[in-house]
């Protein structure tokens, strides 16, 4: 092995221009082993070695710019750092000179330019055929969009603002391939209208609770009852809108914190504990937020054109959102909105029915918490920043260059919310309906001898399912009035008409 390791390129880009960039999820190097070797550690980082004579140049900016390109996952992030370097524009400028036909080339050409606005003196030869920046065959792509000069046709999803990279992963493909939105539209259709109907209004009332249980609030009723109607008017045409925005941030949040604009300067996130004076997270500056935000719109219309997958572009422009941060209040429960406002307004989902997806966070919130973290913690790690004293201001005194916030791999939290989809289908709706019908069952047996209130009956059925067929001794209080053998009776029916109810929860 060699005495010290040889990396390969955007690492050993990174290292050679001492580039303050996030972290790379997969780094590769030499080796003088004669396979190739892949590794990867607890965090899902890999490491990849390559035999050393497999590797025809080490040395060159040209050679390490040809292998990332050519080997590695699409960085936009590195490459707009490594552009800010003077010589490496020049470095480029010789390479184009001496090899104008080269599809690296004029791909490193194309995305200097695309990414900061440098020009270069090029002229594509007569003949060379046109490159596409993307492998539709590995990656979600965007629109084709032509770039004469060096003919490249960038399909990069977004802009120059906000470009997410979805990689075409052997999960994402299985998702993609189920057909989750005619599946929906079939499991809708195949439940009977008035059982459908109490079946949503429970998923209402659950989609809210958990929006606001991710933030470790609980709403009043005056204010869960926006947040639902909020809920059943998503989908409305309409581009996402500062003003459209800024109206829905309204009627989620308290009227104290209602804002009429994007923010006007840097906000930042912070677990809650005395003197931390830690960030967990500095969102983009605040002049970064309009473009940005316009962005992610031209995203979202590329899901209403019928350009994008549903969910893909539902992911990506809710999480977007989430990290470009534009309101200091109420941006999650907007985030999280946003997936059904998406997903209803492209006809993933019906009119009038939400799919759980914050409870489905909520049960699989340490996954959730890490894709955040994933974006949010390698950013704001590489920033100079102070908190005051209060923690009540914040002051960022290195650069938030664009790149550090516009470009990130999105593929993890797209497998993530497609597999949150499947489930809210197949598991929590049927789940509903199964109960639904139990309870039914059960209502009609037990009133055939039992005289109770409605609304007591109710809550009796579902203490004793919450106990799977049995009634905690903490509850007694509430069939004081019966005897022992009554109390039996009714545990057995609900334990009868609730057994795949409660064998379902057991198996979740």
């Not at 550690?41 to 490491?47: C, H, L, S, V």
Request: hydrophobic share 40%; net charge negative.
């Amino acid at each position: 092995m060699p005495t010290v390791p040889i990396y390969l390129g955007y690492e050993a880009l990174i290292r050679r221009y001492r580039l303050r960039v996030p972290p790379l999820r997969c780094v590769y190097l030499v080796t003088e082993r004669a396979v190739e070797s892949r590794t990867v550690n607890a965090e899902g980082e890999e490491r990849i070695e390559l035999p050393l004579q497999r590797i025809a140049d080490t040395d060159s900016l040209v050679g390490q710019l040809t292998f990332a390109l050519k080997r590695e996952h699409l960085s936009l992030a590195v490459l707009s750092a490594l552009f800010e370097v003077a010589e490496v524009l020049a470095a480029v400028q010789d390479w184009l000179s001496d090899k104008p036909s080269s599809k690296y080339a004029r791909m490193t050409g194309h995305l200097a330019t695309w990414l900061t606005g440098h020009e270069f003196d090029y002229r594509l030869p007569a003949g060379c055929p046109r490159v596409p920046l993307l492998d539709a065959a590995q990656y979600v792509v965007g629109p084709a969009v032509p770039d004469a000069k060096f003919g490249i046709i960038n399909n990069l999803l977004g802009n120059a603002w906000f470009s997410p990279l979805v990689r075409r992963t052997v999960v994402l493909e299985r998702l993609l391939a189920e057909d989750l939105a005619n599946k929906i539209g079939e499991t809708f259709r195949a439940i009977e209208p008035e059982m459908l109907a109490r079946a949503v209004d429970y998923l209402y009332l659950s989609e809210t609770r958990s929006t606001y249980g991710l933030e470790d609030e609980i709403p009043n009723n005056e204010r869960a009852a926006k947040f639902r109607q909020l809920l059943e008017r998503a989908g409305e045409p309409g581009r996402l809108t500062e003003e459209q925005l800024y109206t829905w941030q309204g009627q989620i949040v308290s009227p104290l914190s209602a804002e009429f604009q994007f923010r006007p300067g840097q906000n930042w996130l912070s677990r809650p504990g005395r003197l931390r004076n830690m960030a967990d997270f500095i969102p983009p500056p605040p002049d970064f937020v309009p473009p940005m935000m316009d962005a992610l719109a031209d995203l979202a219309e590329q899901a209403s054109a019928g350009t994008l997958d549903p969910v893909l572009a539902a992911t990506c422009v809710s999480f977007g959102f989430v990290y470009v941060h534009p309101f200091l209040d109420g941006n999650g429960r907007l985030h999280r909105f946003l997936l059904h406002h998406i997903l209803r307004q492209t006809g993933f989902t019906p009119a009038g029915v939400v799919l759980p997806l914050s409870a489905r966070m909520l049960k699989q919130l340490d996954r959730y918490s890490a894709l955040l973290k994933r974006y949010s913690r390698p950013r704001t790690d590489l920033l100079n920043y102070v908190l005051d004293d209060d923690s009540s201001t914040v002051h960022v005194r290195s650069p938030q260059p664009r790149w550090l916030y516009a470009y990130f791999d999105a593929t993890d939290i797209c497998e993530f919310i497609l597999e949150c989809c499947r489930a809210c289908v197949e598991e929590d709706l049927q789940s509903e309906v199964v109960y639904l019908r139990a309870h039914d069952a059960t209502v009609r047996e037990l009133e055939t001898w039992l005289d109770m209130r409605q609304s007591a009956l109710n809550a009796l059925i579902d203490v004793i399912v919450q106990g799977n067929g049995v009634l905690s001794k903490r509850k007694h209080k509430l069939v004081e009035h019966l005897t022992a053998d009554q109390v039996a009776r009714i545990e057995a029916t609900v334990s009868e008409h609730f057994a795949d109810y409660i064998d379902q929860r057991a198996k979740a």
